[in-house]
């Protein structure tokens, strides 16, 4: 591996991170001009289920025009991810040897990819039963209508929680590959996964039982295929071990 001075290293990590800026920036600004149109994409699995004649409201003077920035800069961010990990992977692979890069791109791609998995099972599977949930429970006179500001920060968070929730096969195999926990504790661990799963979908979702088994039965699944994957990462292992 080639010895650079720490001052090259510093030139060209300051340069990596302008080029994410920049297509962070790019992506934005290319999407700016339909970030109302963006943000009532966000919106649709509410405003779908809400009573005839209602809608959201905003109670801050800026929240019309910061809230669908917001959603806006988060698609960016979304969409430039590709270019924010090329320039992640070209900075850090230099200084990896092979195994290593065997085993790290994979990791990073994968974890991003479930991420985004996660945040689109939430969308499209959960958000129409939960909001489908809480406008058939609400009392006759009450007026359904959510702010837009407290919405958005409502969305974010089940994002990141069925993100997070859908890394559970990449922490299992990085838990295994270090040595931290063999396949047979993975195994005998299935039973207590299935409680902390439950536990978990209890805390993050909302109070119904069917969006709370929406996180709880993936989360299950997702362990199991953690497994697998540890598995073939192993015999992967031995067979280049074995060469």
């Not at 090259?8 to 992506?27: K, P, S």
């Not at 609400?138 to 859908?166: C, E, Q, R």
């Not at 209890?202 to 997702?222: E, F, I, K, W, Y």
Request: positive net charge.
């Amino acid at each position: 591996m080639d010895q650079q001075p720490l001052l090259a290293h510093l030139i060209e990590l300051r340069t990596r991170f302008v080029r994410i800026a920049a297509g962070l920036l790019l992506t934005f600004l290319a999407l700016f001009h339909w970030s109302g149109d963006i943000y009532h994409l966000m919106a649709k699995p509410l405003l779908d289920v809400l009573p005839k004649g209602a809608s959201m409201i905003a109670t801050d003077v800026t929240a019309p025009f910061f809230v669908p920035v917001k959603v806006t800069m988060l698609v960016a961010f979304v969409l430039s991810l590709p270019n924010t990990l090329y320039q992640l992977w070209a900075f850090v692979a230099p200084g990896l040897y092979n195994h290593e890069k065997k085993l790290v791109l994979p990791l990073i791609v994968s974890s991003v990819l479930l991420f985004i998995i996660g945040m689109l099972f939430a969308y499209f599977a959960v958000f129409p039963v939960v909001f489908g949930f809480m406008s058939a429970v609400t009392p006759v006179g009450v007026s359904m209508m959510t702010d837009i500001d407290k919405y958005l920060s409502f969305v974010l968070g089940m994002f990141v929680a069925f993100g997070v929730t859908f890394e559970v096969p990449v922490v299992v195999v990085l838990l295994n590959r270090m040595g931290i926990v063999s396949l047979a504790k993975l195994r005998e661990g299935r039973p207590y996964m299935i409680v902390v799963a439950f536990v978990v979908a209890a805390v993050v979702t909302p109070p119904d039982v069917l969006s709370q088994v929406m996180m709880a039965v993936p989360l299950c699944l997702l362990y199991e295929a953690g497994i697998l994957m540890a598995r073939l990462v192993n015999k992967q292992k031995m067979v280049a071990a074995h060469d």
